[in-house]
């Protein structure tokens, strides 16, 4: 009987026969990790060293009805803006949020390498801000932070000599000129869809644009020196204008403020008259003026909905912060002792107010509910 016989082991390949390729899927994913990794890392590195810069964060205490923020490490409290429970805010050239629910401060903006931040707006959905180079040989940044989306990004094409941007809902509204020469106009934007729209020449803004809804505001001087200036309102949605005059010639000495309270343009005024400043209100659609109040060292108003809110010297010594719904009486909010009020806010039934001390740095945010 024949043994079986094992069988043969297969050949070698053929010498110099190369071997076969198969396409490595596993290293295009792991390259493809590596690079997200790497990104993400940078971008967390960059947040991380925004957010450790220590000075910017505040000091925030529980007081009667509110809270009180101020600054550390010797930065100067600058402008603010409320929407509902967000106190956007300014400290030297830091941009914040506050959330009053729970007293936490976010870092938006860190301007210290580009020259100071402007005074921040803020909407329902997203805060706006300014920042100026220290320089003339770059042009000014208009930032806008996505408060849902936690997201900031930069409005592109501002020209390099600017205004402070203001915010309503998701339409921002800043003024812009090439040089200082060229007429200024009033730009707007959409910060949902990016359209982009002028309002036309502003005259050259006197302190802060206001909007409201669909109301933007403005007031800017006349070349007459002697003349009063001239406040233009325009409504977004038909393109209707109103150029208003605060007071007649002669007749006042300086324009201290306005705000939109509905469809109502209030300002306040100085008068020619010692210690008489005068809160005004005009009805756009009834084209009716009625004064709100008279006295010395008013600080001008601010409004939301049919609400006025501004601050005045108190009997009692201090200052007191009063409101008043358009077509009803005023009514006392708080009562500040100490310091000196130079702005007020108002949204909803938040009111905040900012007091400068007798020292430089001596500032304070302090907010309450409307009763």
Do not use: C
């Amino acid at each position: 009987m024949t043994g079986a016989t094992s069988p043969a082991p297969p050949a070698p390949p053929a010498s110099g026969a190369p071997p076969e390729n198969h396409p490595s899927w596993v290293r295009a994913l792991l390259v493809s990790v590596v690079v997200l990794l790497v990104g993400a890392a940078l971008g967390v590195a960059g947040y991380v060293l925004e957010q450790s810069r220590a000075t910017w964060r505040p000091q925030v205490a529980v007081v009667d009805g509110g809270w009180r923020l101020s600054t550390s490490h010797g930065l100067r409290l600058g402008g603010a803006a409320l929407s509902g429970e967000r106190l956007a805010w300014e400290a030297g050239p830091f941009t914040l949020l506050t959330d009053l629910r729970t007293g936490a401060s976010r870092l938006l903006g860190a301007a210290a390498t580009a020259g100071s931040a402007s005074a921040p707006s803020v909407s329902d959905r997203f805060v706006v801000w300014l920042e100026v180079p220290a320089t003339g040989t770059r042009e000014a940044v208009v930032w806008a932070y996505d408060v849902a989306r936690g997201r900031r990004t930069r409005v592109n094409h501002v020209e390099g000599i600017s205004q402070s941007p203001t915010v309503s809902g998701t339409t921002a509204v800043w003024e812009d000129r090439g040089t200082l020469t060229d007429p200024a106009q009033i730009r707007a934007i959409d910060l949902d869809t990016g359209r982009r729209f002028s309002l036309g020449e502003s005259g050259g803004v006197d302190r802060q644009i206001v909007i409201s809804g669909t109301l933007v505001a403005w007031a800017a001087w006349r070349p007459d020196p002697a003349a009063p200036p001239v406040i233009t309102v325009v409504d977004l949605t038909d393109g209707r204008r109103w150029n208003i005059a605060p007071y007649l010639q002669g007749q006042g000495s300086g324009l201290l403020g306005i705000a939109l309270a509905r469809r109502s343009l209030v300002w306040a005024r100085s008068t020619s008259a010692a210690n008489a400043d005068q809160i005004l209100a005009y009805d756009l659609d009834r084209a009716t003026v009625r004064l709100l109040t008279q006295g010395p060292d008013l600080v001008p108003p601010a409004a939301d909905g049919d609400l006025v809110v501004w601050a005045q010297p108190s009997a009692q010594g201090g200052t007191q912060v009063v409101g008043m719904r358009l077509g009803g009486e005023r009514f006392p909010i708080a009562n500040v002792s100490g310091g000196s009020v130079r702005s007020v806010l108002v949204s909803g039934k938040t009111v905040a107010w900012n007091v400068a001390g007798a020292l430089l740095f001596d500032t304070y945010l302090q907010t309450t509910r409307v009763p």
